[in-house]
């Protein structure tokens, strides 16, 4: 028989692409106040492997990864879905965004983000917000699968998200041996970390 036990705590990365750069600061200081410290951020990379949003955001788009420093409960990604929804519909301009957030987490084992759209391959978690398995780690690395985005399968994107894994794997050992304290109320992460 299995055993129940409490999931590990995930590192929080929040992806985001736009076409207009000078957006990112205030969009960069408006998720840090509600997410806690940045512990990495990803170079720019070029939004060119779809030109599904082109028609709403333009183009050409850039994305870049923001990933936080305190370590989240995996229960929270749901609340910080539609977090981050609400700052896409605070910048949206006309109705059309100017942004397009993806928040997710990764394990030692996975890289999950979280979407409001169903599908096969995802589980929902709640609020109107479905998990969606996007890379594995096998063998030493991350692995797409047949459902992967592929900006989330680019080497690029893989090699950074090898050197955030690193970097949790880090943030595992500093843990205390009771585990870490409970999660807010208001399913968002605190700013402790």
Do not use: C
């Given at each position: 028989m299995s055993r129940p036990q409490p999931p590990k705590p995930a590192k929080l990365i929040v992806g985001f692409f736009l076409k207009e750069q000078a957006l990112a600061a205030a969009i960069a200081r408006k998720l840090q106040d509600?997410?806690?410290?940045?512990?990495?951020?990803?170079?720019?990379?070029?939004?060119?492997?779809?030109?599904?949003?082109?028609?709403?955001?333009?183009?050409?788009?850039?994305?870049r990864l923001?990933?936080?420093?305190?370590?989240?409960?995996?229960?929270?990604?749901?609340?910080?879905?539609?977090?981050?929804?609400g700052?896409?519909?605070?910048?949206?301009?006309d109705g059309q965004r100017r942004v397009n957030i993806d928040p997710g987490y990764l394990l030692a084992e996975r890289f999950v983000l979280a979407t409001g759209k169903n599908f096969t391959h995802r589980i929902y978690i709640g609020d109107g917000i479905?998990?969606?398995?996007?890379?594995?780690?096998?063998?030493?690395?991350?692995?797409?699968?047949?459902?992967?985005?592929?900006?989330?399968a680019d080497r690029r994107m893989i090699d950074f998200l090898v050197l955030v894994r690193n970097k949790y794997m880090l943030d595992l050992k500093k843990i205390p041996?009771?585990?870490?304290?409970?999660?807010?109320?208001?399913?968002?992460p605190s700013k402790q970390g």
């Amino acid at each position: 028989m299995s055993r129940p036990q409490p999931p590990k705590p995930a590192k929080l990365i929040v992806g985001f692409f736009l076409k207009e750069q000078a957006l990112a600061a205030a969009i960069a200081r408006k998720l840090q106040d509600r997410l806690g410290a940045v512990d990495m951020v990803s170079p720019w990379l070029d939004f060119d492997f779809t030109s599904y949003y082109e028609k709403e955001m333009g183009a050409p788009l850039y994305r870049r990864l923001m990933v936080f420093k305190p370590l989240i409960d995996q229960t929270r990604l749901a609340g910080i879905k539609r977090l981050t929804n609400g700052i896409e519909t605070e910048y949206a301009l006309d109705g059309q965004r100017r942004v397009n957030i993806d928040p997710g987490y990764l394990l030692a084992e996975r890289f999950v983000l979280a979407t409001g759209k169903n599908f096969t391959h995802r589980i929902y978690i709640g609020d109107g917000i479905y998990a969606d398995l996007t890379l594995i780690f096998q063998k030493g690395g991350f692995r797409s699968l047949p459902w992967t985005y592929p900006d989330y399968a680019d080497r690029r994107m893989i090699d950074f998200l090898v050197l955030v894994r690193n970097k949790y794997m880090l943030d595992l050992k500093k843990i205390p041996a009771d585990g870490p304290t409970a999660p807010a109320g208001d399913g968002l992460p605190s700013k402790q970390g």
